[in-house]
C-alpha cells in the first residue's frame, strides 16, 4: 500500500478517510459509520475531522466509529481560526478530544489562517503536545508564503491539508515541491470534487476504461484519487457515505497511472503556468 511518511517518523497509508458532512443526517448516519469501520478493516488509518465539521457532530460520529479500535487509527482534527489564541486551542482541543472520546490527537492542525499571530497558535501546539493531548501539529489552507512564516517559527509542523485535485492543479506550481523539500505532508481534500462534475468528465472515463482493480473495472473516481497520490508525500483524504464508496476508493490504490494516461489528464486538465494563488473551498 502506498504510504508517506511524516517527519516525526510515522508512516500512514497515502490514502485516508475525510469526514465533512458526516453526522448531520439521522439516516445516513450507519451507513458513515460502516464506511469509517470498513476503511480501517481494509488497512486504512488516517481520519480527518474538525470542531467546524457540522458543530462538532463530525467528530462526535468518528468517536462512536473508533472507540474500540481507537489504536488503530491515526486522528486528525482541526482548530477553527477564531479559537487560535492561545487560551482558545487548548480549550477547543478538549472539547474536541471529550466528543471524539479520545485521551489524544496524532495530528491538530490550524483549519485556516486567521488574525492570531502564528507564535502563539504554535505555542498552544507544542504545549499540548508537551501534555501528551496531541502527537503533532500542522496546518491546512497554507500557501508557500504562509508556509516560509511558519518554517521560520518552528520546524514542527507536519502537514499542510490543501485542496488538491485534477481540477484544483495550482498547488503544482509551487506549493506542493516547497512542502515536499520542507518535509511537510500534503494532505489533499476534495480530492474527488466534492463529488460533482469532476466525476463526468470524459477523460477520466477514458482512463479509468484502462485499468482494472481487485474489484473490478476501474472508474473516473479510482482515476482521480491515483491521480492524487501518484505524488511524492501528497495523501488523499476523499469522504465516502457508504462502505461501497470508501471500498472503490480503498482499491484507487492498486492503480498505477501510465505516462500517456498523464498525457491525457495532462491535456483536460492543464498544469499551471504561473503561480496561482491558493484555492480553497
Ligand atoms: P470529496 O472530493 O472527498 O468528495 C466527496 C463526495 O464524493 C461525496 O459526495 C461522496 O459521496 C462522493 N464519493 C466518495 N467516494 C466516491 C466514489 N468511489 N464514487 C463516486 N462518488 C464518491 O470532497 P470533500 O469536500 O468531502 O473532501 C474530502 C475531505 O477533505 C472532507 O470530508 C474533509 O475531511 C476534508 N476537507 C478539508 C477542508 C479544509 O479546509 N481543510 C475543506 C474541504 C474538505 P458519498 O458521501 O455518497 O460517498
Redesign the pocket.
Same mark, same amino acid.
Given at each position: 500500500m502506498k504510504t508517506v511518511t511524516l517527519r516525526n517518523g510515522a508512516t500512514v497509508p497515502a490514502l485516508g478517510m475525510?469526514? %465533512?458532512?458526516?453526522g448531520d443526517s439521522a439516516d445516513r448516519r450507519s451507513s458513515e459509520i460502516e464506511?469509517l469501520r470498513k476503511g480501517l478493516e481494509a488497512g486504512l488509518r488516517v481520519i480527518?475531522?474538525?470542531e467546524m465539521?457540522g458543530n462538532g457532530r463530525s467528530e462526535k460520529l468518528v468517536g462512536e466509529a473508533i472507540a474500540d479500535v481507537r489504536d488503530d487509527v491515526y486522528l486528525v482534527s482541526?482548530v477553527l481560526p477564531s479559537n487560535a489564541s492561545y487560551d482558545g486551542v487548548r480549550r477547543a482541543c478538549r472539547r474536541s478530544l471529550e466528543r471524539l472520546e479520545t485521551d489524544w490527537l496524532d495530528m491538530y492542525?490550524l483549519? %485556516?489562517r486567521g488574525g492570531t499571530p502564528l507564535e502563539e497558535t504554535i505555542r498552544a501546539f507544542e504545549d499540548l503536545q508537551a501534555d501528551g493531548l496531541i502527537r503533532g501539529w500542522g496546518v491546512?489552507?497554507f500557501d508557500v508564503d504562509d508556509m516560509e512564516e511558519i518554517e521560520d517559527l518552528s520546524g514542527s509542523c507536519q502537514i499542510n491539508?490543501?485542496?488538491y485535485?485534477l481540477e484544483h492543479r495550482g498547488t503544482e506550481f509551487d506549493l506542493l515541491d516547497h512542502d515536499l523539500k520542507a518535509g511537510v505532508v500534503t494532505m489533499a481534500?476534495?480530492?474527488?470534487?466534492?463529488?460533482g462534475e469532476l466525476?463526468q468528465h470524459p477523460a477520466l472515463k477514458e482512463i479509468a476504461g484502462r485499468h482494472e482493480t481487485s474489484v473490478g473495472p476501474a472508474?473516473p473516481?479510482?482515476i482521480a484519487l491515483a491521480w492524487v497520490m501518484r505524488r511524492e508525500n501528497v495523501m488523499a483524504?476523499?469522504?465516502?457515505?457508504?462502505a461501497k464508496?470508501?471500498l472503490?476508493?480503498v482499491a484507487s490504490l492498486e492503480i498505477v497511472l501510465t505516462e500517456d494516461d498523464l498525457k491525457v489528464l495532462d491535456r483536460a486538465f492543464p498544469p499551471p503556468q504561473r503561480k496561482v494563488s491558493l484555492a480553497?473551498?
Open positions: 475525510g469526514t %465533512w458532512n458526516v464506511s480527518d475531522t474538525a465539521y482541526k492542525l483549519h %485556516w491546512s489552507n491539508q490543501i485542496l485535485s481534500y476534495s480530492p474527488l470534487g466534492q463529488g466525476l472508474d473516481a479510482q483524504i476523499p469522504k465516502a457515505g457508504s464508496h470508501l472503490s476508493n480553497m473551498i
